[in-house]
């Protein structure tokens, strides 16, 4: 571990240098790519620089009580900094071992997010309208930009389905463990009887494709255009500036019909069916590796329940780890941070275990 650490050191160092060459800086590209390098590296290298003072601390230590000239308030102050440096060291090596953990290829990633709401009608579009402003305010506190895709509004006010990309460093890192069926309770607005109600939204998260990635011939799609419209007639649009596109070889088909461009909606709609394929050329990859792997790369599948927001009670409830909180005003306001944590402490913990057991 310590050779690959030391390794990684050196090849921090070096980037930092380069970043410094003028030829490096004229050469954009380039630089961005070292960039992007040297920050992903940084918490490891300077996590394994804590490590090595804690170990020159202990060192230190152990040589001045070795020396057995201390009166006792000089050892007592030695043997303090090196049940420090101890401390330390135990800490900071399990903080190695995870940062030293395979990383997900798609964590720095901007991402595609698509409610659709579920059983339930009406509550069911009205929730997925409450999901959609606890993300895009998610997305705010961490200065994210979000831009909507597509939207089938309801009479109400809610959200047959809605898509919109989020973009922003480590926006998948965080985002994709929202992917799965959330289920809110509470009494609908629409209700007489004051009775609670069950219902259903599906949330899907999708690490935005690189062109370079994903390579679709032309003459595999359908392109229809249409005119925009929305509920009741609202926002109607009277050029045919929506596009529908129809992956001819998977039947996927992907819709946008938020810009009155037509050439922004095509754009928008290619990159919505790139992620579509590039999520679907990941999860054929993914069955051929091991359960413990397939933790990391994906974070339950879409049909699992993962989340209750319980509102008669101000409760949510995380299903995949156990995970209750009484704050969901909080969390309905954007406010995730805890759950998104608990998570990925979770999910690393597991990884961690498996790699120990392997």
């Given at each position: 571990m310590f050779d690959k650490l030391d390794a990684v050191d050196v090849r921090f160092e070096e980037i930092a240098l380069r970043m410094t060459d003028p030829t490096v800086i004229s050469d954009t590209s380039l630089l961005t790519e070292l960039m992007k390098e040297h920050r992903q590296l940084e918490p490891l290298v300077m996590t394994y620089r804590d490590y090595k003072k804690a170990k020159s601390d202990m060192a230190g230590a152990l040589e001045m009580l070795d020396s057995g000239e201390l009166d006792e308030e000089l050892k007592e102050l030695a043997n303090e900094e090196l049940s420090e440096a101890k401390r330390r060291i135990e800490e900071l090596t399990d903080e190695l071992k995870i940062l030293l953990l395979p990383k997900d290829p798609n964590d720095e990633r901007n991402v595609i997010v698509e409610i659709r709401g579920g059983a339930g009608g009406e509550e069911s579009a009205l929730f997925a309208a409450s999901l959609y402003r606890m993300y895009t305010m998610y997305a705010e506190s961490r200065r994210w930009h979000v831009e909507l895709v597509g939207a089938n509004e309801t009479e109400l006010g809610g959200y047959k389905e809605i898509s919109f990309m989020i973009e922003g460093l480590g926006a998948y890192s965080r985002m994709k463990y929202e992917s799965g069926v959330h289920r809110v309770q509470r009494v609908p607005e629409t209700e007489t009887q004051g009775r609670i109600h069950t219902s259903t939204v599906t949330v899907a998260v999708l690490p935005e494709a690189e062109d370079v990635e994903i390579e679709i011939n032309p003459a595999d799609l359908q392109i229809d255009t249409y005119r925009a419209g929305g509920?009741?007639?609202?926002?109607?649009?009277?050029?045919?500036?929506?596009?529908?596109?129809?992956?001819?070889?998977?039947?996927?088909?992907?819709?946008?019909?938020?810009?009155?461009?037509?050439?922004?909606?095509?754009?928008?709609?290619?990159?919505?069916?790139?992620?579509?394929?590039?999520?679907?050329?990941?999860?054929?990859?993914?069955?051929?590796?091991?359960?413990?792997?397939?933790?990391?790369?994906?974070?339950?599948?879409?049909?699992?329940?993962?989340?209750?927001?319980?509102?008669?009670?101000?409760?949510?409830?995380?299903?995949?780890?156990?995970?209750?909180?009484?704050?969901?005003?909080?969390?309905?306001?954007?406010?995730i941070d805890e759950i998104v944590d608990a998570l990925i402490t979770h999910y690393r913990t597991e990884m961690l275990k498996s790699q120990e057991e392997t």
């Amino acid at each position: 571990m310590f050779d690959k650490l030391d390794a990684v050191d050196v090849r921090f160092e070096e980037i930092a240098l380069r970043m410094t060459d003028p030829t490096v800086i004229s050469d954009t590209s380039l630089l961005t790519e070292l960039m992007k390098e040297h920050r992903q590296l940084e918490p490891l290298v300077m996590t394994y620089r804590d490590y090595k003072k804690a170990k020159s601390d202990m060192a230190g230590a152990l040589e001045m009580l070795d020396s057995g000239e201390l009166d006792e308030e000089l050892k007592e102050l030695a043997n303090e900094e090196l049940s420090e440096a101890k401390r330390r060291i135990e800490e900071l090596t399990d903080e190695l071992k995870i940062l030293l953990l395979p990383k997900d290829p798609n964590d720095e990633r901007n991402v595609i997010v698509e409610i659709r709401g579920g059983a339930g009608g009406e509550e069911s579009a009205l929730f997925a309208a409450s999901l959609y402003r606890m993300y895009t305010m998610y997305a705010e506190s961490r200065r994210w930009h979000v831009e909507l895709v597509g939207a089938n509004e309801t009479e109400l006010g809610g959200y047959k389905e809605i898509s919109f990309m989020i973009e922003g460093l480590g926006a998948y890192s965080r985002m994709k463990y929202e992917s799965g069926v959330h289920r809110v309770q509470r009494v609908p607005e629409t209700e007489t009887q004051g009775r609670i109600h069950t219902s259903t939204v599906t949330v899907a998260v999708l690490p935005e494709a690189e062109d370079v990635e994903i390579e679709i011939n032309p003459a595999d799609l359908q392109i229809d255009t249409y005119r925009a419209g929305g509920a009741g007639g609202q926002h109607v649009n009277k050029t045919e500036s929506a596009i529908r596109i129809t992956h001819l070889p998977t039947g996927l088909v992907v819709e946008c019909q938020d810009e009155r461009s037509q050439y922004k909606n095509k754009d928008k709609a290619m990159k919505v069916l790139r992620s579509r394929l590039y999520e679907q050329m990941m999860a054929e990859q993914n069955e051929a590796i091991a359960g413990e792997r397939r933790a990391q790369v994906g974070t339950g599948d879409r049909s699992e329940r993962i989340r209750t927001y319980n509102f008669p009670q101000g409760r949510m409830t995380d299903h995949r780890i156990g995970l209750t909180l009484y704050k969901l005003d909080q969390i309905m306001n954007g406010d995730i941070d805890e759950i998104v944590d608990a998570l990925i402490t979770h999910y690393r913990t597991e990884m961690l275990k498996s790699q120990e057991e392997t």
